[in-house]
């Protein structure tokens, strides 16, 4: 039943993913898939984090959210290509202002979600102590 709901989670995902991608117009810098990458750092780091330890999220559905959603809708492969694309028209500082702003904004924004869940996670604590 997992790769059931990894699939409707991945459906959505991807849609997403689309959506934002046509919606941000762009000319030579590939600002949306940036965007998204980042994103999607983020959001995995509040799954990985905070979502999985709340009792009412089984190990089904976090990996149904990850996998499944987070997964299609980060782009790995998109951001080489496009790094590729940028690098064959010899646009160097493009590509490398890419390349650098993907690997430094996705662990910034992996270490912002595990900040913020590392929040949440304290505060719940806090209430269900008192």
């Known amino acids: 039943m997992n ?17 934002i991608g046509v919606s941000i117009v762009s000319s ?7 965007l998204i ?3 999607g750092c983020f959001l995995l780091a509040i799954v990985m984090k ?7 999220f089984s190990k089904t559905m976090i990996t149904a959210i990850g996998t499944g959603f987070v997964g299609s ?3 790995f492969s998109t951001f080489s ?10 646009w160097y500082g493009i590509a490398a202002l890419y390349i650098g702003a993907s690997l430094i904004g996705g662990l910034l924004s ?9 929040q ?3 505060r719940r604590r806090n209430r269900h102590a008192h």
Request: proline share 3%; hydrophobic share 50%; glycine share 6%.
């Open 50 to 56: 905070y979502l999985a330890e709340l009792p009412y």
């Open 110 to 118: 992996s270490r912002l979600g595990f900040y913020v869940s590392e």
């Open 28 to 34: 030579g810098f590939p600002l949306a898939t940036l």
């Open 81 to 90: 290509l496009e790094s590729m694309q940028l690098i064959e028209k010899h």
């Open 3 to 19: 790769y059931v709901w990894v699939a409707l989670f991945g459906v959505l995902g991807a849609l997403c993913r689309y959506l």
């Open 120 to 122: 949440w996670l304290n």
């Open 73 to 75: 809708f980060t782009t």
């Open 37 to 39: 990458n980042i994103v």
